[in-house]
Nanobody, 115 residues
Framework: QVQLVESGGGLVQAGGSLRLSCAAS????????MGWYRQAPGKQRELVAR???????NYADSVKDRFTISRDNAKNTVYLQMNTLKPEDTAVYYC?????????WGQGTQVTVSS
């Protein structure tokens, strides 16, 4: 059973930065593409960044050039560095495999950006 634990969220002013972490259990981590998703109130969950096992990454247009996804296979951890945050980035952030979320969702981590 793969477990995903997200952390690092918080309250930040517009223009600020946060770094999210996702710790994954299980040996499958290093052979899967992983992604960060977010769900804002009243909206569907969306994939915002994906990183393949080899390290190449893709981003949603809304976060391109502001967010950076990375992974440390030795630690089974995925990171999301978020810079120049905007109020519209406010959401609960989750990690999972991408583009298909194959594992049970973790509790997520709340990111709130004030204007």
């Amino acid at each position: 059973q793969v477990q995903l634990v997200e952390s690092g969220g918080g309250l930040v002013q517009a223009g600020g930065s946060l770094r999210l972490s996702c710790a994954a259990s299980g040996s499958i981590f290093s052979i899967n593409a992983m992604g960060w998703y977010r769900q804002a109130p009243g909206k569907q969950r969306e994939l915002v960044a994906r990183i393949r096992s080899g390290g190449s990454a893709n981003y949603a247009d809304s976060v391109k050039d502001r967010f950076t996804i990375s992974r440390d296979n030795a630690k089974n951890t995925v990171y999301l560095q978020m810079n120049t945050l905007k109020p519209e980035d406010t959401a609960v952030y989750y990690c999972n495999s991408a583009p298909m979320a194959r594992y049970d969702w973790g509790q997520g981590t709340q990111v709130t950006v004030s204007s």
